[in-house]
């Protein structure tokens, strides 16, 4: 096995992600719970788990650019914005500008040491320091602007703001702040641009009257993630091998493939009973008896636990055989997260454990 991840990894899904990048465009990134958005995220930013567990330095340009080449990917930052460092929402607007002004602090520190990074290293930390010692949302707005202009103006320096688990922010985050996010991207046009990575769609979880401007900017670009390919599955069931140092046969790996539909929650769960209960093999032709299993059950009720109501009785109703049930927008939706999958001229469940347990729901 390599000691990275293969830079082919989710390529279904970062051709689409790194087309809206190229073009400038913001955009949402849209999957259902425990479907890997956060190793999507870590793969994107360098932060390879299993490469930093072998202590192999993080490399934070490789992802970028296989897809977007040596000179544009250095000259474009992905700033990976934790929302669990905002410090506080008593003050939406101070706190929310100043922790984007400290991710392109975070993320210059990941670039190359050099003159140029060191000259932009120290301009972005004076603009952070001043805007937190003076506590002023007004301040914190402008500088975040000014650091924009000036990391283009200077160095030719694109931005694009990734918001990880974003749901819950998108639905409180008052209004005026989606319009000020706005205003800076179009000051600043194809030089700064959002990327949200969601659980639903951002219509679902608030009314797109409610912050129109800042809609009409991300609606008309989805990305959907869904369940592994083939190619990424065999690497993740093989990588989790080595982890558990546990080998499976190439029948079992085969099996895991096909009945896990991909799904990275659930391949580590049928891993987890192959290890920890040793009559399984004895039952891998029984689809009821693993859909019973614990560690599929909790990864299914993770799954049933992000989707909204719709969703749930679409699926009920899909699982028993009344197609028909589901409205087209809310099966486009369920297909975006690799719920739904195609088989031939239909649409048919990832995999047939799901159909099982929904059966009993």
């Not at 769960?269 to 009821?288: D, H, K, P, Y």
Request: charged letters at 25%; aromatic letters at 12%.
């Amino acid at each position: 096995m390599s000691e990275t991840t293969p830079i082919q990894f989710r390529e279904d899904v970062l051709k689409k992600f790194f087309g809206h990048i190229k073009s400038g465009e913001s955009f949402f990134v849209v999957g259902a719970p425990s479907v890997g958005k956060t190793r999507l995220m870590d793969f994107l930013m360098g932060d390879d788990p299993d490469a930093i567990r072998r202590g192999i330095k993080p490399d934070h340009q490789r992802v970028k650019s296989h897809y977007l080449g040596e000179d544009s990917a250095a000259k474009t930052w992905l700033a990976r914005v934790d929302m669990n460092r905002l410090h506080s929402k008593n003050d939406w607007s101070f706190h929310f500008f100043e922790l984007l002004l400290h991710t392109l602090l975070l993320t210059c520190n990941k670039n190359e040491p050099g003159a140029e990074n060191d000259e932009m290293k120290a301009r972005l930390a004076s603009l952070d320091a001043d805007v937190i010692q003076s506590g002023n949302s007004l301040k914190a707005h402008r500088f975040l602007e000014m650091a924009v202009d000036y990391l283009y103006q200077s160095y030719g320096v694109k931005i694009c703001f990734l918001f990880d688990e974003f749901d819950e922010v998108y639905k409180e985050m008052p209004r005026e702040l989606f319009a000020q996010l706005r205003g800076v991207r179009d000051a600043n046009k194809y030089r700064i641009f959002y990327a949200l990575f969601l659980r639903n769609l951002p219509d679902r979880l608030r009314s797109p009257k409610d912050n129109e401007s800042f809609y009409e900017l991300i609606s008309r670009n989805m990305v959907g993630i869904g369940p592994y390919s083939l190619q990424d599955t065999l690497y993740i069931i093989r990588q989790l091998e080595n982890r558990h140092d546990y080998e499976l046969s190439q029948k079992k790996r085969e099996w895991i493939c096909v009945t896990s539909g991909g799904h990275p929650g659930l391949i580590q769960a049928l891993l987890a009973i192959f290890r920890n209960q040793s009559g399984a093999v004895a039952q891998m032709e029984n689809v009821q008896w693993f859909a019973g299993q614990e560690p599929v059950r909790e990864e299914f009720r993770k799954i049933w636990e992000g989707l909204l109501d719709d969703e749930k009785s679409g699926l009920r109703e899909f699982a028993r055989g009344n197609k028909s049930a589901m409205s087209q927008d809310t099966g486009k939706l369920l297909a975006a997260k690799g719920l739904l999958k195609p088989s031939g001229s239909e649409m048919i469940l990832f995999t047939p454990l799901f159909e099982n347990w929904l059966l009993k729901q």
